[in-house]
Nanobody, 122 residues
Framework: QVQVVESGGGTVQTGGSLRLSCAFS????????MGWFRQAPGKEREFVAA???????YYTNSVKGRFTISRDNGKNTVYLQMSSLKAEDTAVYHC????????????????WGQGTQVTVSS
């Protein structure tokens, strides 16, 4: 059974930084593509970043140059380092395994963890 536990969120001022963590269990983590998604109040969940099992990374345009996704296969954990945070980054952040479908990164498991809240205040 796949389980993810996200952590590391909090409240920061505009321009600040946070590092999110996602602890994964239930599958062979080192062979999985992993991604981060976020959902702001009143909006649909959106893709943020992905990392292939081989290490290639992908980002949505709005976070390129500010966010960095990485993974530690020894710890079954994926990270999201967020810098130069903006008010529009405020959301609940979730991780999941990912696949590319119809040219878009999509979550491949229907279940989600609780996520971690990121609030950026001006």
């Amino acid at each position: 059974q796949v389980q993810v536990v996200e952590s590391g969120g909090g409240t920061v001022q505009t321009g600040g930084s946070l590092r999110l963590s996602c602890a994964f269990s239930g599958r062979a983590f080192s062979r999985l593509d992993m991604g981060w998604f976020r959902q702001a109040p009143g909006k649909e969940r959106e893709f943020v970043a992905a990392i292939r099992w081989g290490g290639n990374t992908y980002y949505t345009n709005s976070v390129k140059g500010r966010f960095t996704i990485s993974r530690d296969n020894g710890k079954n954990t994926v990270y999201l380092q967020m810098s130069s945070l903006k008010a529009e980054d405020t959301a609940v952040y979730h991780c999941n395994t990912v696949v590319v479908a119809s040219g878009e990164w999509r979550p491949s498991f229907n279940s989600w963890g609780q996520g971690t809240q990121v609030t950026v205040s001006s």
